[in-house]
């Protein structure tokens, strides 16, 4: 069931088209990474799915209700945006309280609970304007989480989070999507989503360049592995005469890279040890999502180049 | 009328609890009590005067005059008051939604459970506690603080009594009511500029440079200002019906509006406070948030 559904969505701003044509859909229990170069349309994407923008064309549906009256989910839908948006003269509890009032009932997640998910339990009564940035961070996620949010929608929420910050905020993403919730995340941040998404969207110059499974964005590509040894131009000639072995290319004086699976590794490391290389490191190579991003980034731009 | 009283609710508890809800309830009860101990003051250098006087010609030193009539230093303490609880009210009018649009707090609450119309309305309803505490609050404390200094009495003159003191607390109760209409107006007035500004900062600005800027301008319109809320608000060029009051509590006679003056007072703010509402509400809609 799509929690979310845009369809040819179209939106300018004077003579910048910020998004064209754009259709992509959220369904339940999806770890969804709305992923996208700075200013490629994922801000004007997320505000129009929100209600916040009005589209100059097509249509927008959250949990059943069209974008302008989202306010008719009641709650379902939570969003953290960019920036902290928390009222600083208020502490970390009246913050939550504060949401709780306008969310208008108490079911549901209360604010210990929410408090304790994000690691902030115990600072009740500081004043949010005296908390680190991964703090606010952390407190305006714990302010999404009051209730009973079926969508978290999330915007670059990793941004200005140290590396244990990162961490933390992965693993949170991950107990909340075990706890049925969808998670919609827009972010730049390819590495860091790679390890959690399950289901990407890119978007290149306010286009979708494409929506999948993370592993079906992924694959595709023919299965490498990636070699460090002496002699490498030596090596290409025995590797090459070996069965189920497919490119092998010489990225360096020591090192290389096989087209073959992860189950032929061993054979290619008998067959060069044999030989007398001495090998120092042999591993899988999966195409990262960076490098599906840039290539994808690399071909939108060239071909938008060719129609100019 | 449910989404409208939700936000209402939240914006009255982010209000209340904050630091800044005490301190200018305190400020405000200062500066009019300040004002009542100002008269108390000038009064006591009056006499003090008037003893050096008869002592320093070799007269007979005056009768000690007891404490003078309560009425006329509450009115002041009370204007001065609400003067500056006006500003006070447009200025928080004025950044109530332009500041939480710059802050991310309307997309928070609009993505969550109100919708445009509500985030208004809400905000409008927070005016009404907000002005009666305006009107209220330096009210007790000049009403205190003259009876502490002061006897609260009619007002009389060579022995005859010029208005009496039933009479006082009518035309009290007048200017109370008086008072409340071109408030409530004000307070509109401070939403919809917040409605249409880009940020909290401008939208002060532009407030108070509209609101002061037809203050010190309103003697050029003449009688056309009364059509004008802004025009009956106690301020510093004060033409309120309070001020009024605290002439009738000095025992001046031609002090006062005409019926249909004091009529235009009541009336006239309503339908105009509705009319910057219903704009604001109009602005929200057509911004992207």
């Known amino acids: 069931m799509a929690v979310m559904r845009i369809a040819s969505l179209e939106k300018s701003f004077g003579d910048v088209r910020a998004v064209r044509d754009l259709s992509l859909s959220v369904e339940a229990g999806d770890l969804y990474g709305l992923l996208g170069p700075n200013g490629s349309g994922k801000t004007t994407t997320l505000a129009c799915a929100l209600g916040l923008l009005p589209p100059d064309a097509g249509t927008v549906e959250v949990l059943g209700v069209p974008a302008a009256r989202i306010h008719e989910t009641a709650g379902r839908i939570a ?48 004043r949010a304007s005296r908390l680190s940035l991964g703090q606010k961070r952390r407190l305006a996620i714990a302010r999404a989480l009051l209730g009973r949010p079926e969508l978290l929608v999330l915007d670059e929420p990793l941004s200005g989070l140290d590396a244990l910050g990162v961490v933390t905020m992965l693993d949170l993403f991950r107990r909340l999507r075990e706890d049925g919730i969808t998670l919609l995340l827009s972010t730049h941040r390819l590495h860091e989503m790679e390890q959690v998404v399950s289901k ?46 497919g490119t092998v290319t010489v990225l360096a004086d020591d090192q290389l890279r096989v087209g073959a699976t992860p189950a032929s590794a061993a054979a290619i490391n008998s067959a060069l040890v044999r030989s007398g290389f001495a090998i120092s490191e042999l591993r899988p190579e999966r195409r990262s999502l960076q490098a599906t991003f840039e290539s994808l980034v690399t071909e939108r731009r060239a071909a938008a180049q060719v129609v100019r | 009328m449910r989404g409208v009283l939700r936000v209402f609710g939240a914006e009255w508890y982010r209000l209340t609890r904050g630091r800044t809800a005490l301190l200018t309830t305190l400020g405000l009860a200062g500066v009019a009590a300040l004002r009542v101990f100002a008269a108390f003051v000038s009064e006591q250098a009056t006499q003090a005067a008037a003893l050096q006087r008869a002592l320093s010609s070799g007269r007979d030193a005056p009768l000690q005059a007891g404490p003078g009539n309560a009425f006329g230093p509450f009115v002041d303490g009370w204007l001065t008051g609400v003067t500056v609880a006006t500003l006070l009210l447009l200025i928080l009018a004025a950044r109530a939604l332009a500041a939480d649009l710059e802050g991310g707090l309307l997309r928070l609450a609009r993505t969550r459970a109100s919708s445009r119309t509500q985030l208004v309305l809400g905000r409008a309803l927070l005016g009404v506690p907000l002005v009666l505490g305006a009107i209220v609050i330096p009210a007790l404390a000049a009403g205190g603080t003259a009876a502490c200094f002061f006897d609260y009495g009619p007002v009389i003159e060579d022995g005859y009594e010029l208005v009496s003191s039933d009479e006082l607390v009518a035309e009290l109760g007048r200017g109370l009511l008086a008072t409340l209409p071109p408030l409530l107006a004000t307070w509109a007035f401070g939403l919809l500029i917040s409605a249409v500004s880009r940020g909290g900062t ?53 002090a006062g509006f005409t019926e249909a003056l004091f009529l235009r007072n009541l009336w006239l703010p309503l339908p105009q406070a509705g009319l910057a509402i219903l704009l604001a509400c109009w602005a929200l809609r057509r911004r992207p948030l």
């Open chain 1, 79 to 126: 969003v953290v945006f960019d920036g902290t948006t928390l009222v600083p003269g208020l502490s970390v509890r009246q913050n939550l309280t504060y949401a709780q009032r306008l969310l208008g009932h108490a079911g549901g997640r209360q604010p210990d609970e929410a408090l304790r998910l994000v690691d902030l339990a115990g600072r009740d009564h500081q």
């Open chain 1, 200 to 245: 990407v969207a890119i978007i290149i110059d306010g286009r979708l360049a494409v929506e999948g499974d993370l592993t079906t964005v992924l694959g595709g590509d023919e299965p490498t592995l990636s070699i460090r040894l002496d002699r490498a131009d030596e090596a290409r000639a025995v590797l090459e005469a070996l069965p189920d072995v």
């Open chain 2, 202 to 254: 401008l939208a002060v600005s532009l407030a108070l440079a509209l609101y002061l800027g037809f203050d010190l301008f309103k003697e050029v319109l003449g009688s056309a200002r009364s059509y004008v809320f802004a025009a009956f608000n106690p301020s510093f060029v004060d033409q309120s019906y309070l001020r009024e009051v605290g002439q009738i509590a000095r025992g001046y006679s031609d």
